[in-house]
Nanobody, 116 residues
Framework: QVQFVESGGGLVQPGGSLRLSCAAS????????MDWYGQAPGKQRELVAR???????NYADSVKGRFTISRDNAKKMTYLQMNSLKPEDTAVYYC??????????WGQGTQVTVSS
């Protein structure tokens, strides 16, 4: 069983960068696929990045080339490096495991606002 706590969001100008962090609990974190989702106001939560237990990655087309997902299994941490941010990236960002998504179990998220 795992729980996740997101951090690192904030206000940033277009073109700026942020690094989101996700701290996990649970002894088998390293076996999970980890995802980052974004949810804009009034919109559904959308998958933006995924990293498997083996380290393979996938990205939404809208963030490809700008965002990088990574993980540190020893520290039970998952990261999302967000570069060249755009106003349309504004959202609450959540991390979750494949198991958490299956259970529809979500943390508090972290707010990212991209604005001049």
């Amino acid at each position: 069983q795992v729980q996740f706590v997101e951090s690192g969001g904030g206000l940033v100008q277009p073109g700026g960068s942020l690094r989101l962090s996700c701290a996990a609990s649970g002894s088998i974190y390293g076996t999970y696929t980890m995802d980052w989702y974004g949810q804009a106001p009034g919109k559904q939560r959308e998958l933006v990045a995924r990293i498997s237990s083996g380290g393979s990655t996938n990205y939404a087309d809208s963030v490809k080339g700008r965002f990088t997902i990574s993980r540190d299994n020893a520290k039970k941490m998952t990261y999302l490096q967000m570069n060249s941010l755009k106003p349309e990236d504004t959202a609450v960002y959540y991390c979750n495991s494949n198991m958490g998504v299956a259970r529809d179990s979500w943390g508090q998220g972290t707010q990212v606002t991209v604005s001049s």
